[in-house]
């Protein structure tokens, strides 16, 4: 029984997808802290000047203790015009006829004063359908409470019976060698996710690399979840991947979100 559990973030890039389809149940940890410039609230997308920041306005009225499933957003005018920049900026894409109205659709829907952390989520699950992820997901606030960073996960882990914990590579310094020790001790093998990122037809010029995965949808349509799949490889050892250089061990500069 393999387990994930990460932060749920805007308009996620083709990584958080891999980690999710490795997996047999994925936990949305949407009751941590909301953080202002994060990937909680934006993502990119490629134009023809190069990457682009796509925002989800958040309401300003948050305080240090607002978390993802209490904050809210203000979409409406802000939708508008990123659904004008994909159709201006990937109306020659491959498979833009094909997945643009849907998604144009599914972004329109985002109703103001929405939850943050269920805008998200909703858009996570509308991606996995058209990639053929089937993999379980649940909400961290609809399980019980658990208290300490790495024993919340841990916990969540035994909840499912889980004897081995998928972590994305950027949560490695959040979890610590102190935190695998802890982990073993609860009799849960640690591995560390490892995504190639895969290289596919883009429209316009040259390729940039971990964009949202809107990016994927609008270029390869139905190839994109063989294309995503492609760039899977074997995750790591807990000790092994420790053992990597930061700049071997590859997979850090991602849209992750830490677990």
């Not at 389809?21 to 490629?46: A, E, G, I, M, P």
């Not at 004063?113 to 606030?141: P, Y």
């Not at 919340?152 to 695998?180: F, K, M, N, Q, W």
Request: a neutral charge; proline letters at 4%; glycine letters at 8%.
């Amino acid at each position: 029984m393999r387990v994930a559990i990460m932060q749920p973030t805007w308009l996620p890039w083709m990584g958080y997808f891999d980690l999710i389809d490795q997996v047999d149940q994925f936990v949305f940890l949407d009751t941590v802290q909301f953080s202002k410039q994060s990937w909680h609230c934006r993502n990119r997308v490629k134009t023809s000047h190069g990457s682009k920041w796509i925002s989800l306005p958040v309401s300003a009225r948050f305080s240090e203790g607002t978390s993802l499933d209490t904050a809210v957003v203000h979409p409406e005018r802000r939708m508008r015009k990123f659904a004008k920049t994909l159709h201006q900026e990937y109306a020659s894409a491959q498979a833009f006829e094909r997945e643009f109205p849907a998604l144009a659709d599914h972004l329109s829907s985002i109703s103001d004063s929405a939850c943050l952390a269920d805008v998200n989520i909703a858009f996570i699950l509308f991606a996995m359908e058209r990639l053929g992820i089937t993999t379980k997901t649940v909400r961290a606030q609809s399980l019980p409470k658990f208290d300490g960073r790495v024993m919340r996960l841990i916990e969540i882990c035994r909840l499912y019976g889980a004897d081995t914990y998928v972590s994305a590579p950027g949560s490695a310094d959040y979890i610590g060698l102190d935190g695998i020790k802890r982990f073993e001790e609860a009799g849960i093998d640690v591995v560390f996710q490892r995504y190639d990122h895969p290289i596919y037809p883009q429209c316009g010029s040259g390729f940039l690399g971990f964009m949202s995965i809107v990016d994927l949808l609008l270029n390869a349509g139905e190839q994109a979840g063989a294309i995503l799949r492609s760039g899977h490889r074997d995750p790591i050892p807990a000790l092994e991947f420790f053992s990597i250089s930061r700049s071997e061990s590859g997979g850090r500069e991602n849209n992750y979100g830490a677990a």
